[in-house]
């Protein structure tokens, strides 16, 4: 009985640990307004998504443990931890160069 429950326990975390993790979030700027059109990366990857309009985006990774990079023109860039499946995350605009 005990070696069934510790098979059926060991095969439930291997599924999930196996599994695609479905990240979902915002991202706002300092004034909690959806920024559009920034992409989100997962860290040493090549799988990335762009926000909408409202700023949403979702993700579908096996990474986990890991960053998510968000980049936009105008912003400054965010290395944010994957902590949860549902984040907002805050992007701060870059300070004007003076000339």
Not at 24 to 33: F, K, L, P, R, S
Not at 38 to 43: G, K, L, R, Y
Not at 68 to 92: H, N, R, S
């Amino acid at each position: 009985m005990k070696k069934s429950i510790l098979v059926i326990a060991f095969i439930s975390l291997f599924i999930a640990c196996s599994s695609d993790t479905e990240i979902e979030g915002q991202v706002v700027n300092e004034q909690d307004q959806p920024v559009e059109n920034v992409m989100v990366q997962v860290m040493s990857s090549d799988i990335y998504v762009m926000t909408d309009e409202n700023g949403k985006f979702t993700l579908d990774t096996k990474e986990r443990g890991t960053e998510l990079i968000f980049k936009k023109d105008g912003y400054e860039m965010l290395l944010q931890p994957i902590t949860k499946q549902k984040m907002t995350v805050v992007l701060i605009k870059k300070e004007s160069e003076p000339n």
